[in-house]
């Protein structure tokens, strides 16, 4: 008996994991590509792959992307605001399949990265 109720937890277990999504992450990208780029299961309480896009209004060359797990409430919205003089709009796209919201990436060292950061935040104040 002790056999079968082990058997029925492992299933179950199986069952449980083998309905999660599967995402592509990205915390920060420039231009289409990811900086460093990872996949990660969802959650219940993020459920939904998404893709997202940061967009500066005072330079077409300050969009940031960024990919992961997300709760549904925050799904195919649109959001404005502004940070100190400039203003931003961030879309968000979500998808349900494993592994839809895309994978272009490249591996860039930290300081490679920071150093494009900055550059790009320097350029848009010499403007």
Same mark, same amino acid.
């Given at each position: 008996?002790?056999?079968?109720?082990?058997?029925?937890?492992? /299933?179950?277990?199986?069952?449980?994991? @083998?309905?999660?999504?599967?995402?592509?992450?990205?915390?920060?990208?420039?231009?289409?590509?990811?900086?460093?780029? #990872?996949?990660?299961?969802?959650?219940? #309480?993020? =459920?939904?792959?998404?893709? @997202?896009?940061?967009?500066?209004?005072?330079?077409?060359?300050?969009?940031?992307?960024?990919?992961?797990?997300?709760?549904?409430?925050?799904?195919?919205?649109?959001? #404005? @605001?502004?940070?100190?003089?400039?203003?931003?709009?961030?879309?968000?796209?979500?998808?349900?399949?494993?592994?839809?919201? @895309?994978?272009?990436?490249?591996?860039? =060292?930290?300081?490679?990265?920071?150093?494009?950061? /900055?550059?790009?935040?320097?350029?848009?104040?010499? /403007?």
């Amino acid at each position: 008996m002790m056999k079968f109720i082990w058997v029925c937890a492992a /299933l179950m277990a199986l069952f449980i994991t @083998g309905e999660s999504l599967t995402c592509n992450t990205c915390k920060v990208g420039f231009r289409g590509k990811c900086l460093y780029s #990872s996949t990660e299961t969802c959650s219940d #309480s993020k =459920p939904n792959c998404y893709r @997202g896009e940061l967009a500066f209004n005072v330079s077409r060359f300050m969009n940031m992307q960024t990919q992961g797990c997300i709760a549904s409430s925050l799904c195919n919205q649109t959001e #404005s @605001g502004a940070l100190l003089t400039a203003e931003y709009t961030v879309t968000r796209t979500c998808c349900s399949t494993d592994l839809c919201n @895309g994978a272009t990436s490249i591996q860039l =060292p930290l300081t490679a990265a920071l150093s494009t950061a /900055l550059m790009a935040v320097w350029s848009t104040w010499s /403007l």
